[in-house]
């Protein structure tokens, strides 16, 4: 069956041309993205237990969750937490199939207090977070949606809901991704005192960008205030820095800014994250699968992290068109800006969208009809081999926020 | 001081012109929306206990909290709840101030329940639900930026943020949000087999669109499958009776298309919410604050409902952008379409946005200049009357999701 | 069967004869009273739904749950419940019986909503207290047990246990629940002040009983310090009248000794009990079946409250023993103290116990051979019937606490 | 000030004399065991930390929280555990003094945790139990009382209640409480199959005692159902052996009677406690202080374990009169059985109850005046020594379940 792809030129200002563009990301130990990367370490603790036990993936939804916050007490040198966050696990699984048991509760609490360990490794689990569990056990029809496929045959969609995604990043989007990646890959490391909890906003006003860092600092690792601000400091000039390999433009930088060092106001925490001290988190409430949230950009609210990776549209689709739209980009010389969206049909097979809409900036002077074959193949050949995000999603290779 | 406005004329294709157009609505009686209601009454509830106790709104964030479904065995004729919903309280709120204790945990409580029976009057509350509260008491740092403004002085941004609005709503925003409002105010009310939990998806494909509703049945009304499908067939009727009031285009309407009739598979609940069977939801991952989910309009990611009214920049700037948004065009003839991102500063007044972005595509012929007065004022006028938003949220005129 | 009936003469100074007796009784408001009341609340409803929906009564055991204390600031005239009482349900409950979906969830809920509402009327269920439920589904095994009775087969014992009764009631045993009793029926009506969470505390010392109260007032039918002083002294003065039909003892009454008038350090209340501030609650630390915690006196630490009527030798067999001791003093006259204790064997029927074993003392001139043959009888009479006990308890004619 | 000590010697049949007596332990693994320790270590551990940070003990009593049963897949050679057991902390504790902050939650959690793995090693903490934590801060009169004592005056009874101890053992009682130890202390380690949770039931009828055991096997040592009967057996005989070292009465010992071998049905758990499959537990329903449940003798209903060593009557009563009974029994040769209780008045020295009431079965010719002057001594140098009962107690060196 032919697929349904239609391509369009898109008169707009390209993303760089504009007036104004705002991005954020929120790193990896805001209570969002904890909320986020817990519900995807269950989903995919599940997919591994429901393959090794039943040789089927098995309906689940994960998403959702909440991080509720602790109290703390934070203190140069090393301060205490006084009451545990607490991590409320929801959502639902299949708990038996064919006569087996898949012990979904005891996993996911296990998958998110080991995905808590990862990411923060300075928290004490016996004391700083509690991880509740109210799974439930998912709606009759959806399930049998789902049971009706067989391994081998295309999945059929669990909803009528779409994706979107676009490449390539504009300056501000690579600047404000690259920031918090360099810090998590590189500075923290040896910076221990940055905590993972970051929130970057960046904020390009013609050619002049402005990057905003709120930084959970760990107390442990600073002795006084004059450490922290010298601290501060050197993060400042390293991200200024390194600020050049994704922008020409003038790039200023503010790091938490809302401290009064004066009075002794400054954002410190025992672990590195707001989420024990006043800050929930929740499952899809922060950066989307490309890592941004891009108000300058069209987005999807679905949230993809804990979504099931076989049939969920909400997490497929948002992924699929990701990927799609980056290979256009690497692909096909010719285009300035590119967004897919694919819409699904609930109980339709998932590689057959109900439209697969494409709009394409090309760039100047060059036609659509000249770069429109290359992108039809891209997308046809991306929803013929739409399984492999399942698997990339299962072995972890694609991130979801 | 000058407020930082910068209005541009930006070249889009007009969204009536593009080939493609998805739009959300998530119901009253959807899960995510009911843990929007919920946030936004407690917000509500807690500020005029404030005022009435302290004579002074205080610091609280009720934007969190989660929905976790029960289980249910619909029947025709009327089936039962065998597992209530739970619905966790979360976020925090300021409980002691100037030596008065403010019962915010009992009120929390109280205005969740009171929301959920005056949207689901049909729900049990004494064994459907079960209400639990988790609430907090916020980070030192942000309540103390929100001390130190009088009633009078202008308030201080919490954090760094924005909010985003655009008028008016294309042909498929109308019809969603018309379809919607239509069952909720008029046809429910005479046909109460209708639940609240709605899911209206628009897809405008060309000039064809279609609206696909996916409706929880309540049972109790509907004496068998055939009263089921003749209820359904009214309600598609019905519909597409009214959409010529919002399109000229053609409009196909599909109503549980999930349903698989012979098989008895339908979409039947006893209260009307998929909340009950399976279906989880959470504050902020519905409805924008214009009541929409638009991914080809630029949207923020902010829960605009639970945000404190009084300097949470997530949830006034969401909502003074799109009513200015909408002034705008109400007011200046020559406007196609206008997108407004309000973006904060922490600290700064709230009236003082670091900048106010305005992208306009001016009707064909019209010359940004003979408009940007216009807008300008209106701009600079809603910022400095910022206060009545805040006050309009606390008397509940404006509507959050 | 001849079933094995131990009857005894033992020696012992009677209870009324010795130094020093102790006596102990929560009254149905307090914390430990009402997690017993919802206990026994909900397995009622559990058995009238079993019967309902089923013909048959299912194994549950709801002889467990928290009563976790709220924050309340009463205040003369009317204060307010700051942090809403946590009542955690949980125990275990057949959920499926050959087809049939029992919510079992939801009845507990209801059903503990109810009893709260029925013993607690003046507190608002919407804001002062949370109901949870965590009611899980039994062990495999136990629930075997149970059906392989039918109907009309005797029931097996679900547990190697034993029960525990006693008659007739010490003068300090009568003066004790009498005075709670009255307060119960008839004071209280008549003077709403007084909380339903009383302690009530004798002690006899030689001929000189002390009754010790600690009375939970409720603030808004109190203005005033003078009124709560007042109130203390007419309900004192009131059991001083009514003691005298107890015992001729002389008895001293002490009501809130703890209070320190002067600075204001009294037992006020919202609604009337100390759950609201401080004092937590569990199922089966309270009051034994008789109404009583009487430390002279052997006791069974099985809760009565909660547990299945049909099969459940903790609740059955401390019933039957308390109602067959009370038989053979109203039916025999020549004995001073009788003691009952039924042991049952894992998995044999429930009217065999593996001995019936009873202690008597005789009145003054008395032979156990005189009045052997009339306990034994009585007592093999009362196993025999042992079925009118789980109806009496489904009627709710039988006090558990 | 003279102490209120009244001794009475009581004529009662001795307890070795009776016909029946019953006795029951139950071990470091059952639920109800599991609940006692949880909040003995958290009173500890909050002791500890309180002296540590504030130079003082400080109010809590944690005397309350409930295990709610898990489920679980037990099967020959290892399980698995489907659902984690969930334990929930309450109580109350004093979480700020003196401008000192103790994280009294974090303590909780950490405490209950830690002992959790300290008698279940083999237990997966990190899926097999949630610890959930909701502890409040109690009611203000009572911590008045409270903080009114300095460290070196004597502590003020928070209530009027009583403590129960008796002494010596029966042979039934030792036999009861020394299989117990035995197997905790020599048998398990060697024998690994053999679970903690372990019910002991001793039953003396005349001279036949039989002690019936419900031993909860652990999976993953067994290899088949062979195996498993092989180990009972072994158990049993073990038992068998060490029997005469309590008694010379002739005992018969009953391990697991509710198994049905034939049909697979067994006591096979994953981690050696039914908490994990079905079983709630909750502090204070299990042993009392001296180790185990003795409805033929006085018993306090008070929970000992989890309430604060400094002031509450309902833990240093009971564990006092206990130690003062087997001291005078160890001290005194004529002494056939003493029983003591002694009464707080809430508000005075602890030093100097009400009255504290003995009763002694004096052997045989043996005037109650020769042996009083020496018990007198006894409990008066007890009760002047009160204070090393709650240092005994912070150290772990009293047992209190």
């Known amino acids: 069956m032919i697929r349904n792809i239609r391509v369009e030129r898109i008169a707009q200002t390209p993303i760089e041309q504009q007036q104004i563009e705002l991005v954020e990301r929120k790193c990896i130990g805001h209570p969002d993205s904890i909320a986020d990367g817990i519900a995807e370490a269950i989903s995919r603790a599940l997919c591994r237990a429901y393959i090794e036990e039943c040789g089927v993936y098995l309906h689940h939804n994960t998403d959702q969750g909440e991080i509720v ?11 205490k937490i006084v009451r545990p966050i607490y991590a409320l696990l929801t959502g639902r699984a299949t708990k038996t199939f064919d006569g087996i048991n898949i012990p979904a509760d005891s996993i996911a609490v296990e998958a998110a207090r080991s995905y808590v360990k990862s990411i923060i490794p300075i928290m004490n689990l016996e004391r700083d977070i509690i991880v509740d569990c109210r799974m439930g056990t998912g709606s009759t029809d959806l399930r049998d949606v789902f049971k009706t496929c067989g391994g081998s045959a ?6 009528t809901s779409f994706g ?35 929130k970057v906003m960046g904020l390009r006003d013609g050619d ?9 600092m760990v107390d442990r690792y600073l002795a006084d205030i004059g450490e922290y601000v010298e601290t501060i400091a050197r993060l400042k000039e390293t991200i200024e820095g390194i600020a050049p390999k994704f922008t ?49 950009r069209p987005m999807s609210m679905e949230a993809t992290s804990g979504k099931n990776p076989i049939n969920h549209i909400g997490k497929i689709y948002n992924l699929l068109s990701t990927q799609l739209a980056n290979t256009c980009v690497a692909e096909i010389d010719d285009i300035d800006e590119i967004y897919i969206r694919l819409l699904s049909q609930i109980g339709h097979p998932i590689d057959q969208p109900l439209v697969a809409g494409v ?37 972890g290779d694609l991130k979801t926020f």
Not at 69 to 79: D, N, T
Not at 154 to 159: F, L
Not at 208 to 213: G, K, N
């Open 248 to 296: 020409d433009r003038k790039v200023h930088i503010d790091v938490n800014t809302a401290d009064d060092i004066s009075n002794g106001v400054v954002f410190l925490t025992v672990n590195g994250t707001s989420a024990e001290m006043g800050d929930d988190g929740s499952v899809g409430r922060g950066n989307r699968c490309n890592g941004l949230i891009t108000p300058c």
């Open 359 to 395: 709009q394409v900036i090309p760039k100047a002077g060059v036609e659509l009809a000249a770069i429109k074959p290359a992108i039809d193949a891209i997308i046809d050949t991306g929803l013929e081999n739409i399984g492999s995000i399942t698997e990339k999603v299962i072995r």
């Open 154 to 159: 295309m999945m059929r969609a669990n909803d």
């Open 69 to 79: 916050a602790g109290e703390s007490l934070p203190r140069f040198g090393g301060g």
């Open 208 to 216: 002049a960008i402005t990057l905003t860092l709120a930084v959970a």
């Open 164 to 198: 979107v995604g676009h490449a390539p990043f504009s300056e501000t989007e690579s600047l404000t991704k690259g920031v918090s990646d360099y810090i998590d890959e590189v500075y923290r490391p040896r910076n221990p005192a940055i905590g993972t909890d970051i």
